[in-house]
């Protein structure tokens, strides 16, 4: 095959990258353009909450912000693709609400329940839909929220013990646990979308 034979296929390809390549930094860059906040605990808010439970409750209102900024625009398919088989975002929201409640029922020193072992188990399920994840998410928040507010301040220095093997920790400990694992989770999640919006 001649040069001037391949010539026109390779151009029709490029052409498709550029408008590939274009698209995503279109919705990327709609991202990015959305009007800029502080960071929920640099606004001033929930100044009636006690320090910890606003640090707390901040870093969730951040984590629903950064979620639904990212990856709120994901296609069904998106949400639960595995590229290179690493955790889908799927997994992730759903993560972040299961494991905050079950880290809650440990704080308010219960255990766990077999449908909430029974949802652990099926955080890595395929087949989520962008509607039923953040339905979950937004509850998750809202009524975590309800609980961390719950809390008295005095309580933090409290034992708690967490899962089987009874690993020991405090009530504080916990709260700013719910928080930083949060957080974790959130930031593979806009990764992972990343990842999947470049394919």
Same mark, same amino acid.
């Given at each position: 095959m001649e040069l001037w034979e391949i010539a026109p296929p390779i151009a029709a390809l490029r052409k498709h990258i550029r408008a590939r390549r274009k698209s995503q930094s279109i919705a990327y860059t709609a991202a990015m353009?959305?009007?800029k906040l502080p960071e929920p605990w640099l606004?001033?808010? &929930?100044? /009636?909450v006690p320090p910890i439970h606003r640090a707390v409750l901040h870093a969730l209102e951040l984590a629903?912000?950064?979620?639904?900024?990212?990856?709120?625009?994901l296609s069904d398919a998106e949400l639960n #693709?595995?590229? %290179?088989?690493? #955790?889908? $975002? #799927?997994f992730h929201v759903r993560h972040i609400a299961r494991s905050m409640d079950r880290l809650l029922t440990y704080a308010e020193a219960g255990t766990l329940t077999p449908e909430q072992s029974a949802a652990m188990k099926a955080e890595l399920d395929p087949g989520a839909t962008g509607e039923a994840l953040f339905a979950e998410l937004n509850q998750a928040l809202e009524l975590g929220a309800a609980r961390i507010r719950a809390f008295a301040a005095?309580?933090?220095?409290?034992?708690?013990?967490?899962?089987?093997?009874?690993?020991?920790?405090? &009530? %504080?400990?916990? &709260? $700013?646990? $719910? #928080? /930083?694992? @949060?957080?974790?989770?959130?930031?593979?999640?806009? @990764?992972?979308?990343?990842? $999947?919006r470049a394919r």
């Open positions: 353009d959305k009007p606004r001033g808010t &929930l100044t /009636d629903k912000e950064d979620l639904e900024r990212w990856c709120g625009n #693709a595995r590229p %290179g088989d690493i #955790a889908p $975002v #799927a005095e309580d933090f220095s409290q034992k708690r013990a967490i899962g089987r093997q009874q690993m020991p920790t405090t &009530l %504080g400990g916990l &709260l $700013v646990h $719910v #928080a /930083d694992h @949060t957080q974790r989770h959130v930031g593979q999640a806009i @990764t992972t979308a990343k990842i $999947v």
